[in-house]
């Protein structure tokens, strides 16, 4: 088992070990219970034929078969709360992971694919715990029952263990081809979700385009893989069932033919041979052993897609303070790989303190790579970046995040009212800062609009993209720090707000802003460009100088030559 796994061993034990003893003691009580109702049977049998009185031992009998009832009542509830549990708290370590490890989640497995984990393969993992005390108390039955044989005559139990090591070899290879079947169709089920999400995130799209059959054709493309993986897990367990049925029934018959020998000889007593009977079927119990190794099987393989996540490396924070300074940010040889190719390709590049930078660059140059650098929200491959002159993996994760602030073109807005979501922070704003970030975005008008205005819930609030981006802005204004990020922060606005917005941004002294920019204007005002091709750094300079060279002017498009004549 990998140390992953072991966490999360430990992680589902957590706050339910003591139910999963209770349930393990339920368990075995159970099976006790049902070891001695043979016996006790038997033995009101005998005396019935003997003509002697019974009633002692058919209340006893009534009585155990009354207890199996409530113990089997308790099981099934604690068995729900330790899944409940369970589940719960890997679905919480998981998601802690993801969230530690930023964009390199989605950027390893896929949107869709983590969903998939936290939801199914937590659920299914979150059963191991509560299967194996099930299992344990299970293998309690068939133990139990050979002993019991011994009991009644040693010769049953020397008939019995003579077949045991092939029932033996049946669950061993079972066991071992439910793993590789569960592990292979859960496989197949992260792919169905990484398209799946896909597909929904760009439905706009795909309805426009009038592509719904493709797109419906190239989710399920791996359903053939999923349906092949199912059939197989069935076929593993018929085959399974099939052999025991065949194997356990011969044992049976084999000691039930050994106990009228003996019965016959006078060794044993009819209610004898009845109990030996009972004690037969548990020994030979593999159809319970079969479910409760399946179950345990499935859970392994989710524990293992789960300790996947958990073993992607997340960043490590250091514990150096940021000290005073303007912000000023360096990237010195910085480079960075996604998906096998070179996207930045030694980067060199400082912004001074309190003074904006535009990036600029054709798609696919590493324009938001660079955004996500420089914030450390994913790490380099090669090179460092540093604020104040302090690497970024040396700062405390506090400190950090206090002194970058990032907006997106796409934000996620989280929170219960508005004035949550732009008060989403590691330090909460007053109401008054709110309502001027609000104000500096361009968002109070629409807020105020709004049944409740500020107050009013996340959910009732209708908004358009524009008035998405204004609310992602708002958040980040709402949080000043020394560096501001704005990853195509503004591409949703319409050209008047984004004048207003930027003349706000870059119009007067503030903190060190980075932005990426697709429009001419958005560059003119910031203090310095940096145009990226290629991965690399091809100049640096005021948008003025470089609107000269006609490449730099054609990644504007052909727009550009107004926007850009009009920007100076």
């Known amino acids: 088992m990998t140390d992953p796994q072991r966490d999360l061993v430990r992680t589902a034990l ?3 070990g003591v139910r999963c003893a209770v349930l393990c003691l339920v ?3 159970a099976t006790v219970a049902g070891l001695l109702l043979p016996a006790v049977l038997g033995r009101a049998l005998d005396l019935l034929l003997a003509g002697a009185p019974a009633g002692g031992w058919v209340g006893r009998a009534a009585a155990l078969v009354l207890l199996l009832a409530v113990l089997d009542g308790c099981a099934s509830v604690l068995t729900g709360t330790v899944d409940a549990r369970a589940t719960g708290g890997l679905r919480k370590r998981v998601t802690g992971r993801v969230l530690a490890l930023g964009p390199r989640a989605t950027t390893r497995f896929g949107a869709g694919d983590l969903v998939a984990r936290l939801v199914g393969n937590a659920a299914q993992a979150g059963t191991g715990p509560a299967a194996l005390a099930a299992l344990l108390a299970a293998l309690a039955g068939p133990l139990g029952g050979v002993v019991a044989l011994g009991l009644v005559d040693p010769w049953l139990a020397a008939v019995f263990l003579a077949g045991a ?12 081809d439910t793993s590789a079947c569960v592990a292979e169709y859960q496989r197949a089920q992260g792919r169905i979700a990484t398209v799946l999400a896909e597909a929904v995130d760009g439905h706009r799209t795909i309805a426009a385009a009038g592509l719904q059959d493709r797109e419906t054709e190239r989710v399920l493309r791996p359903l053939p893989e999923l349906s092949r993986a199912g059939h197989r897990m069935w076929r593993v367990q018929g085959r399974a069932a099939a052999r025991a049925v065949t194997v356990g029934p011969l044992l049976q018959l084999t000691v039930v033919a050994v106990a009228g020998l003996l019965l016959a000889r006078h060794r044993i007593s009819v209610g004898e041979v009845l109990a030996a009977s009972r004690y037969a079927v548990l020994a030979t119990g593999v159809g319970v052993l079969v479910g409760q190794l ?9 524990a293992r897609r789960l300790g996947e996540v958990l073993a992607a490396p997340a960043p490590v924070h250091g514990t150096r303070p940021l000290p005073p300074g303007p912000g000023r940010l360096e990237l010195l040889g910085v480079t960075a790989r996604r998906g096998g190719r070179t996207v930045l390709d030694g980067v060199d590049l400082t912004v001074p303190g309190g003074t904006a930078l535009a990036v600029v660059g054709r798609s696919g140059t590493g324009k938001s790579l660079l955004a996500e650098l420089a914030g450390r929200l994913t790490d380099p491959d ?4 540093l604020l104040d002159g302090v690497p970024l993996p040396a700062l405390s994760h506090d400190d950090l995040r206090r002194a970058v602030t990032y907006a997106f073109a796409r934000p996620a807005l989280l929170g219960t009212t508005v004035e949550d979501t732009i008060a989403l922070g590691l330090t ?7 309502r001027a970030a609000a104000r500096t975005a361009r968002a109070d008008a629409y807020i105020r609009r709004l049944p409740a205005g500020y107050a009013t819930p996340l959910a009732d609030a209708p908004r358009s993209g524009g008035e998405s981006q204004r609310l992602g802005l708002a958040r980040a204004f709402a949080h000043p720090g020394r560096l501001l990020i704005l990853d195509d922060a503004l591409s949703s606005l319409d050209s008047v707000t984004e004048h207003r917005i930027t003349e706000a941004l870059l119009g007067r002294p503030g903190p060190t802003r980075l932005l990426i920019a697709h429009r001419a204007t958005t560059a003119a005002r910031a203090d310095t460009v940096a145009w990226l091709d290629a991965g690399r750094l091809r100049a640096l300079g005021p948008h003025t100088e470089l609107w000269r060279d006609p490449e730099y002017r054609a990644v504007f498009g052909a727009r550009a030559d107004m926007e850009g004549g009009r920007s100076w």
Do not use: H, N
Not at 295 to 302: F, N, P
Not at 382 to 385: D, I, L, N, P
Not at 428 to 434: C, Q, T, V
């Open 382 to 385: 090669a090179g460092e970046v």
């Open 165 to 176: 090591p092939v029932l033996a070899l049946l669950l061993r290879a079972f066991t071992r």
């Open 428 to 434: 909460a704003p007053s109401p008054a800062g709110i």
């Open 294 to 302: 399946a179950a345990v099987a499935r859970a392994r393989a989710s």
């Open 27 to 29: 368990c075995t009580a």
């Open 14 to 16: 957590r706050g339910t």
